[in-house]
């Protein structure tokens, strides 16, 4: 079994390498792919050098899985064709809300893995990631009704160009010098910009609409979820404040086993001075931290939770991986 990754040479592409590396993912050659300026260059796997290979001269069919991770365009003009040799797994928000097309959290919704239609399953957005994780155990046990989230969301869901950009801001920052911003609508270093991505017509923003439809999505169609989708200076790691209304009671004690238990979560909620996780804390680790649990006592059933991921690594790359797992663990249900 051969896997192909699209994208290599970008953030999610090497961290989607970083996690085959680390994983026992039993396979027998990775191909790397990616556009013609990066073929020919060398790549890293294990103790190897692996070339990367033009996207537009790739043969496909030499791949059992293939992930997509170079963006919707890329995704919208080569996944289709992928898909008729090798199944798909796309990292990017083309094929999200395909109906026909599964959006999956295997720890929130493998099971929907059992009717891949097109060859293609979709991979959700960074924020939905980290979010449902959480939501799911929760949901389980109290039935949740709404959900408030405002999102804290680090540069590098941009890509790399942003993070390179919030490097070279904070020196011209420090230097006194003149901003200039390239990636971002206003100046990012020691700021907070309430805006990621375009625009809609009500006001919210294609970021924010995200999370409340792929949310539905892979979780209950039934949850009412808003959310303020915030651009802060870091480099890696969301953070999101949830507040959360249930229709059962709770208590806060059952909500920390919960989630200490749930696949993929790990709860760091100490009331005193640094007893809870930070972006810089989450960067590179697996799970899903969740802190500051406490009751809102303004409302019925109400639960308030800080959440933090690493956005390339839980909320992309190992979140494809995963996917490619179940599908391999579950003998491709059947294919």
């Not at 295997?106 to 099971?111: D, L, S």
């Not at 808003?226 to 790691?237: D, H, W, Y």
């Amino acid at each position: 079994m051969n896997i192909a990754i699209v994208g290599a040479t970008g953030n999610v592409g090497r961290k989607i390498i970083e996690v085959l590396e680390k994983k026992n993912l039993s396979f027998d050659n990775l191909y790397l792919v990616a556009s013609s300026k990066s073929a020919g260059s060398k790549i890293k796997f294990k103790d190897k050098e692996l070339e990367v290979h033009d996207l537009e001269k790739f043969d496909f069919s030499k791949a059992k899985i293939t992930f997509f991770a170079a963006g919707g365009k890329i995704s919208q003009n080569f996944a289709t064709k992928a898909a008729q040799n090798s199944i798909v797994i796309d990292n990017s928000s083309f094929y999200r809300m395909d109906p026909d097309i599964p959006l999956i959290v295997p720890q929130v919704n493998a099971e929907d893995l059992k009717d891949i239609k097109k060859n293609i399953i979709a991979n959700p957005n960074c924020s939905t990631a980290q979010l449902v994780i959480a939501l799911k155990p929760l949901h389980d046990a109290f039935v949740i009704k709404r959900v408030v989230t405002s999102t804290y969301q680090s540069v590098s869901g941009g890509g790399k160009a942003p993070m390179d950009e919030l490097i070279e801001q904070t020196k011209l920052f420090l230097n006194n010098q003149e901003i200039r911003s390239k990636n971002f609508t206003k100046q990012i270093a020691f700021n907070a910009i309430p805006h990621i991505d375009v625009f809609a017509d009500d006001g919210y923003t294609k970021e924010e609409l995200k999370m409340t439809n792929e949310t539905k999505k892979i979780l209950d169609k039934n949850i009412e979820l808003t959310a303020t989708c915030v651009r802060l200076p870091v480099l890696v790691s969301h953070s999101e404040s949830v507040n959360i209304e249930f229709e059962k009671a709770f208590t806060v004690d059952k909500v920390r086993q919960l989630l200490d238990n749930a696949d993929g979560c790990k709860v760091i909620d100490e009331r005193k001075d640094g007893g809870y996780s930070t972006p810089i804390e989450a960067a590179g680790k697996d799970e899903t931290f969740i802190s500051r649990i406490r009751e809102d006592k303004t409302i019925n059933n109400g639960l308030n939770l800080w959440i933090v991921s690493d956005n390339l690594l839980r909320g992309a790359a190992l979140n494809a991986v995963e996917i490619a797992e179940t599908l391999i663990k579950n003998n491709f249900y059947g294919k």
